[in-house]
């Protein structure tokens, strides 16, 4: 096996679908991953112990733990369908981060309890809103070349 087979091997699981976890996507995979653990293991305990001191933060808690859990999903499946799933899911992330961000300082009275998106992530050090950056960033700079037909 050559080295530019042996490359073709490591990028490709199945014929015709492009991993995307190689490089730097190794990285985004396991920052996602950690960001799974601890936004479900919160939002579980808080919803399971103290829901009705804070029902929309602990709600928006498990909904980023979803959200986190679906994009580590398709990076790891990989291909181009995954990919186009995975920018969607990464740009509505974004959003979502900037938005409960934003309602957090505006209006705090809303929050009684932090959320894992609460002041732009400043809880979990910004990882909630330069992660979705990156993986936009990565997720793009993968995307397959019209012209490298």
Known sequence: MTSGEAEVAVTQDKPGRARLISGPGIVLVWLYGVMVVGAVSRSAYQIATEFDRAPLAYSLSAVAGVVYGFITYTLVRGGETARKAARICCAAELVGVLVVGTWTL????????????????????????????????????????????
């Open 106 to 149: 505006v209006e705090p009275s809303a929050f009684p309890d932090a959320t894992v998106w609460s002041d732009f992530g400043m809880g979990y050090l910004f990882i909630p809103v330069l992660l979705p950056l990156s993986a936009l960033y990565w997720l793009r700079k993968r995307a397959p070349r019209e012209d490298a037909a």
